[in-house]
């Protein structure tokens, strides 16, 4: 049995809305999305997993029959569904008693419930969130009903709030695969026991690739007396999102200008995709007169962040020397003579000019 398995869409999220590039955001990840259905008709793929969070928030009716209208494009693929927390079912919720189309199975109960799939001899286990928070595990112990099937867990959470479970609990458990969601960087638990991630980033802070697991299940039901039917199981991380969020560190030296900064964030740029979204950590050492334009520097691609490390090259002796009969020259001095290791010196100069300094100004 081959399946795709992927959580926390969230359809209608709307990433870097304050951003020039954030305007392609909200259509990016629905295009990602469609871009998963059609990897299933292309790969033969017979159940599509969707761990959670499928919608940002409670989705409405119309972005409901649009979604229905996408899972009519399968054509061998049957899909099963929860709700995680961003998409719960509240009490006004549209996601209740709505009409999917036949191949699409929304396990919508609280509590755990299964649905069988006859085509493919594949149970599947789970449940939808009812609340934004779910405080305790439902799956530590549960166990799969019939062996002969591919039995397959698909649940949300794994944090306090959201459905605290046992890992340990669930790695040691009869399922032939377990499809988690909530966490948005893909993590592989055991070789059967797997975050996706998001399919696309969704904050600065979700670097790396995204994407979804493609995996497949062989279950031998020739097995000796008295024992269990076996499985195995191949899993691969297939890379899908648009853009992701880059975090890179740039050289500073006291001979770096604004427009040699420029250059650096330029080839960086170059050599890692125009199209990706960067954090930038400016580090080492600059001149002590610099100032680093920030706004013209971010203008040169699609820069979220530049986090300014750096640290003036002063010449503490110069500078006290210049400065002895004032409190700047004393404090120098005064750190100069504790007797602790350099690195110590060093911070306790630099934080304390630079706050002396300001004050001067």
């Known amino acids: ?10 359809l209608g999220a709307t990433p870097d809305s304050n951003y020039p590039w ?57 899909v099963v569904l929860i709700a995680g927390n961003h998409d719960y079912i509240g009490a006004k919720s549209n996601y209740t008693n709505f009409a999917w189309c036949d191949h699409v199975y ?20 789970g449940f939808s969130y ?36 046992d890992k340990k609990a669930l790695i040691k458990s009869e399922f032939d695969y377990i499809a988690l969601g909530h966490i948005h960087k893909p993590e592989g638990l055991s070789n059967r026991m797997f975050y996706p991630g998001s399919l696309e980033p969704l904050d600065k802070s979700e ?41 890179l560190e740039l050289q500073i030296t006291p001979n ?4 040699a900064l420029a250059d650096q964030i330029r080839e960086a740029i170059c050599n890692c995709g125009e199209n990706n979204i960067y954090r930038f950590v400016l580090c080492g050492k600059r001149d002590d007169d610099i100032l680093f334009d920030y706004d013209a520097l971010k203008e040169l691609g699609n820069i979220i962040e530049i986090e300014d490390t750096t640290l003036p090259d002063y010449n503490f002796i110069q500078l006290r020397d210049d400065n002895s009969n004032n409190i700047v020259g004393l404090y120098i001095e005064r750190i100069l003579q504790q007797e602790v290791n350099d690195k110590l010196k060093e911070k306790a100069l630099y934080l304390g000019i630079e706050s002396l300094l300001k004050a001067r100004e």
Request: proline share 2%; glycine share 6%; charged share 30%.
């Open 130 to 165: 009812h609340t934004r928070d779910v405080l305790s595990s439902k799956v530590d112990s549960i166990c799969p009903g019939v062996e002969e099937r591919i039995n397959i867990l698909l649940t949300h959470g794994g944090d306090d709030r959201n459905q605290p479970f």
């Open 256 to 259: 770096t200008t604004n427009g």
């Open 207 to 247: 670097l790396g690739d995204h994407g979804y697991i493609l995996g497949e299940i062989f279950k031998n039901d020739e097995t000796a007396e008295g024992h269990a039917p076996s499985s195995s199981i191949k899993t691969t991380f297939v890379r899908i999102a648009c853009r992701e969020y880059i975090k």
């Open 22 to 78: 954030g305007k392609l955001r909200q259509k990016e990840i629905y295009d990602t999305f469609y871009k998963v259905i059609s990897h299933c008709n292309e790969q033969y793929v017979d159940l599509l997993l969707i761990a959670g969070d499928l919608f940002h928030k409670q989705p409405s009716i119309r972005e409901l029959k649009e979604l229905n209208y996408m899972f009519e494009k399968l054509e061998n693929t049957k």
């Open 106 to 125: 929304f396990l919508e109960d609280e509590a755990i419930d299964s649905i069988y799939i006859e085509e493919i001899n594949t149970e599947v286990y």
């Open 1 to 10: 049995m081959k399946f795709i398995h992927i959580a926390d869409v969230h």
